[in-house]
């Protein structure tokens, strides 16, 4: 069989398996199952491919064709032009999730100016917020956590791939329960669980029967994260300090909403994603928090 036959039987397996981008998938698997880039594939299109290789692009077919996700296989996905190693244990992070990045570091950019930012990230998964704003900030102290110690494993990897290890402290907990109070940090983010117990049955087959269930889940209502963090957050706050959430599409009036309400908090505000949806809202912690009140939360 050729490179050309061979690309031709996957994109067919694949189409017939009802995998979008057939072709692309097609490439991509047969480039890793023969060691070419994807480029090469099309130089080399007559080559005879091995059998032993054809063994392994059918094999990575049947996989992609049942619904596991082509990042998965391939072990990859790039984030904020970083490179993450991805697997089962993490979500694979997604492009949307890059308006949190760029929303941090605006804020980061004034903060950095007057002192070294503190900053804490709950529910790192792959560590790709993290990672990312550690590449782009010199001066930084971070502390990336995660209730999944297999998450905490992927990301800690992933940190010293991209050569910020030094920078990135992971902590293994639930939400902000392994800090104590005076611990407080000039920006808090999370791109928490927010799929509705009732929507998880509707998600695709590739999300719903491979990616973890821990990073997914939000709840009943796909609020319950949101809940949980507006009212801990302003303890942990430095004055003025920010507080920035991801939020799924029509949670952004719900969130700022919670925001108003909690009292922490300055007015929060929302930016849109490339698609036009709420995907960030963000809220400045106000001067002075009620510090009995995080005792009685505390207990
Ligand atoms: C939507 S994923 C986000 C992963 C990553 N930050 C990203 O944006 O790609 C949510 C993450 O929160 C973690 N998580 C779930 N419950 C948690 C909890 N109670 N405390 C801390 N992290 C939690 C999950 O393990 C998962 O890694």
Same mark, same amino acid.
């Given at each position: 069989?050729?490179?050309?036959?061979?690309?031709?039987?996957?994109?067919?397996?694949?189409?017939?398996?009802?995998?979008?981008?057939?072709?692309?998938?097609?490439?991509?698997?047969?480039?890793?199952?023969?060691?070419?880039?994807?480029?090469?594939?099309?130089?080399?299109?007559?080559?005879?491919?091995?059998?032993?290789?054809?063994?392994?692009?059918?094999?990575? #077919?049947?996989?992609?064709?049942?619904?596991?996700?082509?990042?998965?296989?391939?072990?990859?996905?790039? &984030? @904020?032009?970083?490179?993450?190693?991805?697997?089962?244990?993490?979500?694979?992070?997604?492009?949307?999730?890059?308006?949190?990045?760029?929303?941090?570091?605006?804020?980061?950019?004034?903060?950095?100016?007057?002192?070294?930012? #503190?900053?804490?990230?709950?529910?790192?998964?792959?560590?790709?917020?993290?990672?990312?704003?550690?590449?782009?900030?010199?001066?930084? &102290?971070?502390?990336?956590?995660?209730?999944?110690?297999?998450?905490?494993?992927?990301?800690?990897?992933?940190?010293?791939?991209?050569?910020?290890?030094?920078?990135?402290?992971?902590?293994?907990?639930?939400?902000?329960?392994?800090?104590?109070?005076?611990?407080?940090?000039?920006?808090?983010?999370?791109?928490?669980?927010?799929?509705?117990?009732?929507?998880?049955?509707?998600?695709?087959?590739?999300?719903?029967?491979?990616?973890?269930?821990?990073?997914?889940?939000?709840?009943?209502?796909?609020?319950? &994260?949101?809940?949980?963090?507006?009212?801990?957050?302003?303890?942990?706050?430095?004055?003025?300090? @920010?507080?920035?959430?991801?939020?799924?599409?029509?949670?952004?009036?719900?969130?700022?909403?919670?925001?108003?309400?909690?009292?922490?908090?300055?007015?929060?505000?929302?930016?849109?994603?490339?698609?036009?949806?709420?995907?960030?809202?963000?809220?400045?912690?106000?001067?002075?928090?009620?510090?009995?009140?995080?005792?009685?939360?505390?207990?």
């Amino acid at each position: 069989m050729t490179i050309l036959e061979a690309l031709n039987w996957a994109t067919d397996y694949l189409r017939d398996c009802g995998i979008d981008h057939p072709r692309l998938n097609a490439e991509l698997l047969l480039a890793r199952s023969i060691h070419l880039s994807r480029e090469e594939l099309y130089i080399r299109l007559h080559d005879q491919v091995m059998e032993e290789e054809i063994k392994t692009l059918e094999g990575l #077919s049947r996989r992609r064709g049942s619904g596991e996700p082509l990042q998965y296989i391939l072990g990859h996905q790039e &984030f @904020w032009s970083i490179d993450l190693k991805v697997d089962p244990r993490v979500l694979i992070p997604r492009p949307d999730t890059e308006r949190l990045v760029e929303e941090s570091l605006s804020i980061l950019a004034k903060i950095s100016s007057k002192k070294i930012p #503190s900053v804490l990230e709950l529910g790192t998964g792959s560590g790709a917020i993290a990672i990312s704003l550690a590449k782009e900030v010199k001066n930084i &102290f971070l502390v990336a956590t995660d209730l999944s110690g297999d998450a905490l494993m992927v990301a800690k990897e992933n940190a010293k791939q991209a050569g910020v290890s030094d920078k990135i402290g992971f902590v293994k907990g639930d939400l902000l329960s392994p800090f104590h109070q005076g611990e407080t940090f000039d920006l808090i983010l999370s791109n928490p669980p927010y799929i509705s117990d009732s929507e998880i049955s509707d998600l695709s087959r590739e999300v719903r029967d491979h990616e973890p269930l821990i990073a997914l889940n939000g709840g009943k209502d796909g609020l319950e &994260f949101y809940r949980k963090l507006i009212s801990q957050a302003p303890y942990y706050l430095e004055k003025e300090g @920010w507080f920035l959430l991801e939020v799924g599409s029509n949670q952004a009036s719900s969130v700022s909403e919670m925001i108003e309400t909690e009292g922490g908090f300055e007015k929060p505000e929302r930016a849109k994603d490339l698609s036009g949806i709420e995907r960030v809202v963000k809220a400045q912690r106000k001067w002075k928090v009620d510090s009995r009140k995080w005792r009685v939360e505390k207990k």
